[in-house]
């Protein structure tokens, strides 16, 4: 993972470069706030002072692999954590 960035309205905020697939959808979403490292091509932040929370949650929604991992004063906010199935859902009736 490349450096977390913390402090901004208590968020932490990291992306985990086995989950980001370069396909650029944050940078997108938040130009300027999240691009793509040039020789990893994982992304990263790249204006952490000047971003703010809702530009960090946008990129973190954009991300179709939940690469951007986001917590605020302590707790994970995103992507939020599902419980498990525990047995397989029952078919729909229609
Ligand atoms: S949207 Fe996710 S997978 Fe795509 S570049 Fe950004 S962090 Fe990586």
Same mark, same amino acid.
């Given at each position: 993972m490349n450096d977390p960035k913390s402090g901004k309205e208590g968020l932490n905020v990291w992306i985990d470069p086995k989950r980001?697939?370069?396909?650029?959808k944050c940078t997108t979403a938040a130009p300027g706030i999240y691009v793509l490292d $040039? $020789?990893?091509?994982v992304a990263e932040i790249a204006d952490w002072e000047g971003a703010t929370v809702q530009q960090l949650f946008a990129g973190a929604r954009a991300c179709p692999t939940q690469a951007i991992i986001i917590e605020q004063y302590g707790r994970r906010v995103y992507p939020q954590i599902l419980t498990p199935m525990f047995e397989a859902p029952e078919p729909d009736d229609d």
């Open positions: 980001c697939i370069s396909n650029a $040039e $020789e990893t091509q």
